[in-house]
């Protein structure tokens, strides 16, 4: 089992940063696909940025040029740098995991930005 641990969220208002920190503990493997999910109000989960093992990223479009995601497997920790952020990135944040078939998920953070 894997857990999750989000912190970092709250409210900004657009134009501004935040930094999402997710603290991964339990059976943690440094080959496991780490990630961070959105859910904005009355609307589906969606995926907003992933990295493979190796470290090779991937966004949607939404949010390219204005996230970052990043993993220290040394701290079993992943981190989202939200730049630039805008009201439609309002939402609750999930930190992910998968491994194989399995996968699991934080509690969420909430974003909220607006003016």
């Known amino acids: 089992q894997v857990q999750l641990v989000e912190s970092g969220g709250g409210w900004v208002q657009p134009g501004g940063s935040l930094r999402l920190s997710c603290a991964r503990s339990?059976?943690?493997?440094?080959?496991?696909?780490v990630g961070w999910y959105r859910q904005p109000p009355g609307k589906q989960r969606e995926s907003v940025a992933t990295m493979s093992p190796g470290g090779v990223p991937g966004y949607a479009d939404s949010v390219k040029g204005r996230f970052t995601i990043s993993r220290d497997n040394a701290k079993n920790t992943v981190t989202l740098q939200m730049n630039n952020l805008k009201p439609e990135d309002t939402a609750v944040y999930y930190c992910h995991t998968q491994r194989f078939d399995d996968q699991w998920w934080g509690q969420g953070t909430q974003v909220t930005v607006s003016s």
């Open positions: 339990g059976s943690v493997w440094p080959y496991d696909i």
